[in-house]
């Protein structure tokens, strides 16, 4: 990725976060963490990945929200950045969040607790 490019996905993470807080009143809408977007070369697109607390069908739900209010969101990110084209806003769901907790809980299955007694060796 170009600079340009990080810059412009940074200014769209704060952008698109700080309208999530204060300005969407969907109540789809609800605890949603912006991790990452990655911007196209050209520009024209951006995926915004979101982790969201809470089931399937919640994650589901605020997904929808969050792409009924796209448009809503490209016009403040038009306002903050200078380009020739605003990015088209896809939301995608992070799944590196449910993968970290799954890849956790398998090692705390595998692996000896801390302070568990070890069965002496040689008998």
């Known amino acids: 990725m170009s600079r340009r490019t990080l810059k412009a996905g940074e200014a769209i993470r704060e ?6 807080l204060t300005d969407i ?7 949603v963490t912006l991790t990452r977007v990655e911007v196209s070369p050209d520009m024209r697109h951006a995926k915004v990945y979101v982790s969201v607390m809470g089931d399937e069908t919640k994650q589901n739900l605020c997904l929808r929200g969050l792409q009924s209010a796209a448009g809503f969101l490209q016009s403040k990110i038009a306002k903050r950045i200078d380009t020739r084209y605003t990015p088209q806003v896809h939301f995608v769901l992070d799944q590196g969040v449910k ?18 007694e070890e069965p002496p060796e040689g008998e």
Do not use: F, T
């Not at 952008?15 to 999530?20: E, F, L, R, T, Y």
């Not at 970290?100 to 568990?116: C, F, H, Q």
């Open 25 to 31: 009143q969907d109540p789809r809408v609800r605890d």
């Open 99 to 116: 993968h970290s907790l799954l890849i956790s809980k398998m090692l705390d299955e595998v692996l000896p607790k801390e302070g568990a």
């Open 15 to 20: 952008v698109i976060g700080m309208a999530i």
